[in-house]
Structure formats: structure tokens, C-alpha cells
């Protein structure tokens, strides 16, 4: 489990020892990251999200909790040559699930082809809607009662005492 | 005004010494958290006298993180997989790994005194690091649902705390070697105060060993074990002079055995395993004194309950199955006045296998809202319910912090659905709520009626939504209120990858979500309009599990989603897979 990967953001610019005398404040520094997620992949993300609506970004950066519908940045996008880097694409697809490994370009296509496919099928995919999506969405009947583990231990074990006890009896 | 003099700090006028005493005194971690943002010095302050932390998810900050705020930490709590893996619908590998944090507080937590570690995986090599670098301290450890590790981890632990005060195992699973762990205690150990191995399976501990700690152990107060036949505990219960909880043991042999047995004196919380009718005489000599009473576990059956109860007028907290019949909760009401936790769980299926009484619905529920007027806490699970017994809750419970209520699926009809109003009432009479769970079927709560929810639940930090609502416009409007939810769990119902995602993004206390059952969008992409920074996106994929009775089970598709100032997750089995990356 490496450190490196793992983002941490001093808001209380704490690690004295690491920054240079002019640390610009914490404001700043959200956005100088945010501002180095690959362009190319925001465009789909943002869409989706101000399709929706209704509670678009007016927001100040004043805390963690009220950011702006952006999606999650990508600690490797610093600096590279975007439009040749292959990345990890991950598709769920009626229970299955396939990695490519796609430039960023080739990304937005997928995507792109995805989106139309949807929009001319929506009437005939309606139906089905509630069969087998991406991620795998359920209607409720399909999910029973569960029961906690140790009222389960309990009831095997407590049948087993019956069982053992009088293997032929009735029980009341 | 301010001297920024580094040599003698002053927060507005005052120095540092007088906030550092009025500190001690502050010990809520919501008052220290606001404490904490008034100023840099105060910060500072605050981390350096802060002695316990409770991490609700043990990803949300790295050890590092923890321990460089917090240098002087004395306990520390993190909890691992979600709560749903009590009900077994998560994957035994999801995470919750103890190994990085236990390295961290070998290293450099040095006051560290108190470890409560809760659905996380533990490991031999955890407890023996733990043992060997910070034995010498260690007065409080509590593995608490936990897994991965065996009795030879807890053998070192026995050998290297002497100190240990409180080792508490409940429901965890362990992998059982011997009972050199126990042996190891008794030989060793002066100071304990609790132990606890209840719900563990382990079998192999010897009597004489216990017998021998309660010899040892003059502040030996509460001991909660395994199956260890009552008879052979007669040494330990003679020693045992400071116990005042019980649980444990089983009855093997025929009732009159048990009749003779002397108990401690200051018994008063109690929960015998396996105790049916006949052995329940043993209880009357000290019913009166009794505070707490788990009959989770035992053998009897609506009228048992009811003729036990009426002995104790004493009790504040009762534990067991919905055997105890709407009979049962009545002769509660009557008798138990100074009820404060009551809980009921759901008993077997199987007709046969359970008093046919056994049966709890808005006839208990309704005497126990007008009898036991201090309950704080209740958890039950109702085979039929009206919007009447909600609204005499609302009236006259109104001590009542915890709410939980799961409705059966065995009857098809119900009095009266949908339970808008009763709930509504409900929320409103119970305004100290901070829990609230409820888990109906379709058609039980109507789109209004989980926007009623929304609009009456000021103070509630955590929920559990289970079947309720018709589509998203429900969850829409439940989401514009909730004003303090910072968990939320849903499970069963049908609401939309979109919609969830618009309501994570209104709910604005909301730290942490598990979903369990949606209807998720084509793409699968809808689920990103919630993505941000340090917002963590989980999918457990939809997978098929052999039951214990070999019946292949399908589990769907999870959705866990939580604030985290460590990124995404680095250790992630197979079985789960971060939404973020397909963001690359």
C-alpha cells in the first residue's frame, strides 16, 4: 500500500518542511489540481452532470463539502502528452466486466458511440430497463430479508441440538 | 491584540495554558472539532490534547494522517466493512485490512492505551506486533467482529499485556487452534476487568482456566464466553466476587442440577444460552436485581417470557427474539417501567421451529409506547403494524434517540399501509432521534411519505431506507431535507443511478452511502454526476455465493460511496472495483 498514490491536500499547511516560503493558500492549490484533469475526459462527465441540472456550480470553494460536481482528478495527469497516453478503460457489460487499454481519444469515441446507440433505442430499451443494466441494478423482490450472522449461527446450532436430542420426536 | 511571539502563544488576549486546561474538560469530539476551526493555535492545540478518535470508515484518512494530527492519541476506534457484512451481503475480503494501521501505532503512537477494532481483517502477525511493541501499555483491546485471525494471535497478546484490562472478541471469527490464549491469560493477567468471547465458537477453553482468572482477578466484572456448560462454572462463579454481567454457557444435563448453583452477589446483567423452561427457576432468586437480560439466545417460548418478566421490575435492557409475542411486550409495559433499550430480533422461519405466539405487531408495540415512557432505544422486527402504534410512539416516547423497525415479508396483508402519516408523527414527537432505520415492503411507504422523512428528521445522523418510497421523486424530496445525515444506507429500493446521485448531492451532511439494489442506468455512467473530489465511488459488481446450506445465492450489485482525505483505496481485492477509474 504506497503512499505515493494517496492524495492529500494540507489545507493547514502543516508540512512546514517540504513547501517553499511563497505557499500559495489552500484555495489555490484545489484548483491547480483539479486544473490538471485531462480535458478531454471532463467533457462526457460535465455533460451528464448539468444535463441533470438543478444545482449547478455557484459555489465558492470554502469547503471540501460544497465543491462543484466535478469528477474525481487523476494524480497521473501531470504534465504528460495527453493525447497519446494509453489508459485503463473499464466496461461492465450484462454482468461482465472488460478492460481495454485506449488513448484518450479512442475513450471519447467509445463513449460518443455509446451515448448515440442510447438515444435511438431509448423507446425500445424501456422495457427492459429494469433487466440487466451496466452495473446491474435490481428490482426489489429479488432482494430477500437477510439475517445477522450470529441469530443465524444460533438458530443451525439450536436445530442441531434438536435434532441430536430426539431425531424422531415432533417438536411440540 | 495578538502577541505572534512563538515563545508565548496568546489566542485572542488569553495564553495558550488556559485553553489547554479548559480543554481537558472538553471531551465530545463534535465540540473539539469546532473548537479546532477557530484558529491555527487552537488547531494545534486541540490535536495535541485530544485523547480518543472514532474513525466511522478506517479509509477515510491514512495512519499517517491520523497520527500526525493526532500525536497523543490514547484510543482509537476504526471501523472496516460496512455494517452490512454483519448480515452477510459483503464479501469476506472487501477490506478493513488492521495490518497498517497496527504499524503505525507500533511505530509511533506511543500513548496509544485502547485499540477498538470493528469488522476489519486481523492478522497473527497484527496482534503480535501489537503484543510486542506496545504490550507493556495496553490496557483495552476489543476485536470486535473481526477476522483473519487465529489463537496463536491472541496467545501473544496474553503473554505480552499484563496489563490488559478489557480483551473483548465478540462475534469475531476465530481460527481455533487451542486454549493456550486463556490458559496464557490466567497465568499472567492481575487487572482484567472484561472478557469477552461471546458469539466466537470457541470451544477449547478449559473452566479451570476461567476459574483460575476469577481467582486472579479481584475487579473482574464482566464475562461474557462460549458454550461452557454451566455445571462445570460453579469454581468460577464462587470466585468470581466483582462479576456483574454474565452471558454464555449451556445447559446439557437434566434442570435439578442447576438448581443449587449460587451466583454472585452483584449479578445484574445476564443472558444464559440455551436456558429453556425448565431452568428458568435458576433466574427468580436474583430477577428483582436484574438490569439487563439477553434471552437472544435461549430456549423459551411466549410464555416463559412472560412469566420471567414480571420478576423483573428492575430490567433497562432487554435482548431477545420476536418469540417474546405482542403477550410478551404487554407484561413488559406492565412491569418493566424503567425500560430503556429494548430489542427484538427476528426468530426462525420455520413454523415449527417457534412458539406459534411468537409474533410481535402494533399490540406490543402500542403498550410498550404507553408503558415504558424512558425507552431510548428500540429495534424490532413487526410481522404487522398500523399508522396508530407509530403515532403513540411519536406521543409518548420522547426519550427516544434509536429507532429501528423491519417488517416481516412472511404475511401478505398488512392492516394498514402506507405507514405516511404513522411515520410522520412518529418523527416529529421523537425529536432527540439520532438513528432511524426502517425497512418496509413496496407499497409500505409511499413518495410523500419518504419525503415526510426528509422534512421531520432534524437531528438524525444516520438512516437506514429499506423498500420504501415509489420512484425517484421520493428520494428527491427525502434528499432536499435530512439537514444532520451524514450515512445513509438503502437497501431494496428503486431508485435510479441518477437520482442517487442527486441526492448524495443535496444531502449536505452526507459523508458515506451504501446501496444495496437500484436500477442502474445503461451506461452505468449516471452514477459519475456525483463524482468529486475526495468523494470515494465503490461498486461491488453483482455475484453469485454458496450459502452455508449450499444453495447458490445471487447477490446484486453494491454502490459505497465516502468522503476520504486519502484517495482512492490502494488495496483492493478482486470483488470490488473503484467507479473512479473508469473516469481515466
Known amino acids: 500500500m504506497s503512499e505515493s498514490s494517496a492524495v492529500e491536500i494540507d489545507f493547514f499547511r502543516l508540512e512546514e518542511e517540504s513547501s517553499s516560503p511563497n505557499r500559495l493558500p489552500s484555495r489555490r492549490n484545489i484548483q491547480d489540481v483539479i486544473s490538471k484533469i485531462n480535458p478531454e475526459l471532463l467533457k462526457p462527465a460535465i455533460a451528464s452532470a448539468f444535463a441533470n441540472n438543478g444545482f449547478v456550480a455557484n459555489k465558492s470553494f470554502t469547503s471540501p463539502l460544497q465543491l462543484q460536481t466535478l469528477p474525481v482528478y487523476n494524480q497521473d495527469c501531470g504534465g504528460a502528452n495527453m493525447a497519446t497516453t494509453a489508459a485503463s478503460l473499464t466496461i461492465f457489460y450484462n454482468g461482465t466486466v472488460s478492460v481495454f487499454e485506449v488513448t484518450p481519444n479512442q475513450a471519447e469515441n467509445i463513449m460518443k458511440l455509446a451515448e448515440s446507440v442510447k438515444s435511438e433505442s431509448e423507446t425500445a430499451v424501456k422495457p427492459e430497463s429494469n433487466q440487466s443494466p451496466a452495473i446491474g441494478g435490481v428490482i426489489s423482490k429479488d432482494l430477500p430479508l437477510s439475517r445477522k450472522k450470529s441469530l443465524k449461527r444460533f438458530l443451525e446450532k439450536r436445530k442441531e441440538r434438536q435434532v441430536s436430542a430426539s431425531p424422531y420426536a415432533s417438536l411440540h | ?584
Not at chain 2, 452477510?88 to 485502547?114: H, M, Q, R, Y
Not at chain 2, 466484572?221 to 470466585?239: H, Q, Y
Not at chain 2, 413454523?351 to 405487531?361: A, N
Request: proline share 3%; aromatic share 8%; charged share 25%.
Open chain 2, 1 to 584: 491584540m495578538e502577541d505572534r511571539n512563538a515563545t508565548n502563544h496568546r489566542v485572542h488576549g488569553m495564553s495558550d495554558v488556559v485553553f489547554e486546561c479548559v480543554l481537558a474538560y472538553i471531551h465530545d469530539s463534535r465540540d473539539r472539532q469546532s473548537v479546532s476551526l477557530v484558529c491555527r493555535r487552537l488547531y494545534e492545540l486541540e490535536s495535541q490534547t485530544r485523547k480518543h478518535v472514532t474513525m466511522a470508515l478506517c479509509y477515510t484518512a491514512t495512519p499517517k494522517q491520523l497520527r500526525r494530527r493526532f500525536p497523543f492519541l490514547e484510543s482509537v476506534k476504526l471501523k472496516g466493512k460496512p455494517r452490512a457484512a454483519m448480515y452477510n451481503l459483503i464479501p469476506e475480503d472487501w477490506g478493513g485490512f488492521a495490518t497498517p494501521w497496527v504499524e503505525e501505532i507500533s511505530k509511533s503512537l506511543s500513548c496509544l492505551k485502547a485499540v477498538h477494532l470493528r469488522r476489519m481483517i486481523v492478522r497473527d502477525e497484527d496482534l503480535e506486533l501489537l503484543g510486542r511493541e506496545r504490550g507493556h501499555v495496553l490496557q483495552v483491546l476489543k476485536l470486535d467482529k473481526c477476522s483473519g485471525f487465529s489463537t496463536d494471535g491472541l496467545a501473544h497478546i496474553s503473554r505480552s499485556c499484563r496489563n490488559l484490562k478489557v480483551l473483548f472478541l465478540e462475534e469475531s471469527q476465530v481460527i481455533e487452534k487451542d486454549g493456550e490464549w486463556l490458559h496464557e491469560l490466567a497465568m499472567n493477567n492481575t487487572q482484567l476487568e472484561t472478557l469477552n468471547f461471546y458469539m466466537t465458537d470457541l470451544s477449547l477453553v478449559s473452566s479451570k482456566d476461567l476459574e483460575l482468572i476469577a481467582k486472579s482477578c479481584k475487579s473482574l466484572a464482566s464475562v461474557k464466553i462460549g458454550d461452557c456448560e454451566i455445571l462445570d462454572l460453579v469454581g468460577f462463579f464462587r470466585f468470581a466476587g466483582s462479576l456483574e454481567e454474565f452471558c454464555g454457557g449451556c445447559f446439557n444435563n437434566h434442570a435439578e442440577h442447576y438448581a443449587s448453583l449460587a451466583y454472585p452477589k452483584g449479578l445484574c446483567r445476564l443472558g444464559l444460552n440455551f436456558m429453556s423452561t425448565n431452568e428458568m427457576p435458576i433466574v427468580y432468586p436474583f430477577a428483582s436485581r436484574l438490569k439487563k437480560l439477553d434471552l437472544l439466545y435461549a430456549l423459551l417460548d411466549t410464555e416463559d417470557h412472560c412469566t420471567l418478566l414480571q420478576r423483573c421490575p428492575n430490567l433497562e435492557v432487554l435482548e431477545t427474539r420476536n418469540v417474546i409475542g405482542d403477550r410478551g411486550m404487554e407484561v413488559l409495559a406492565c412491569s418493566c417501567k424503567k425500560l430503556k433499550r429494548l430489542r427484538i430480533e427476528r426468530g426462525a422461519d420455520e413454523q415449527e421451529m417457534e412458539d406459534e405466539e411468537g409474533v410481535v405487531s402494533q399490540r406490543g408495540l402500542t403498550a410498550i409506547a404507553q408503558g415504558c415512557l424512558d425507552l431510548e432505544y428500540i429495534a424490532v422486527y413487526v410481522s404487522d403494524i398500523t399508522n396508530a402504534a407509530l403515532e403513540s410512539m411519536g406521543t409518548n416516547l420522547k426519550k427516544l434517540c434509536d429507532f429501528r423497525m423491519v417488517l416481516l415479508d412472511r404475511e401478505e396483508v398488512i392492516t394498514d399501509l402506507p405507514l405516511d402519516n404513522g411515520i410522520r408523527s412518529l418523527l416529529s414527537g421523537c425529536n432527540q432521534l439520532r438513528r432511524f432505520a426502517l425497512y418496509l415492503r413496496p407499497g409500505g411507504l409511499t413518495d410523500v411519505g419518504l419525503t415526510y422523512i426528509g422534512q421531520h428528521s432534524e437531528n438524525i445522523r444516520w438512516m437506514l431506507l429499506g423498500y420504501l418510497g415509489e420512484s425517484d421523486s421520493g428520494l428527491l424530496g427525502f434528499s432536499r431535507g435530512c439537514p444532520s445525515l451524514q450515512k445513509l444506507e438503502v437497501r431494496g429500493c428503486c431508485f435510479s443511478e441518477k437520482a442517487l446521485a442527486m441526492a448524495v448531492l443535496q444531502l449536505r451532511s452526507l459523508r458515506y452511502l451504501w446501496v444495496q439494489g437500484y436500477r442502474g442506468s445503461n451506461t452505468g455512467f449516471d452514477l459519475l454526476a456525483m463524482a468529486r473530489p475526495f468523494w470515494n465511488i465503490e461498486i461491488i459488481p453483482p455475484r453469485k455465493a454458496v450459502s452455508g446450506e449450499g444453495i447458490e445465492i445471487e447477490h446484486p450489485a453494491h454502490i459505497l460511496a465516502y468522503y476520504s482525505l486519502a484517495g482512492p483505496r490502494t488495496d483492493f481485492p478482486p470483488s470490488v472495483i473503484p467507479l473512479n477509474y473508469i473516469a481515466q
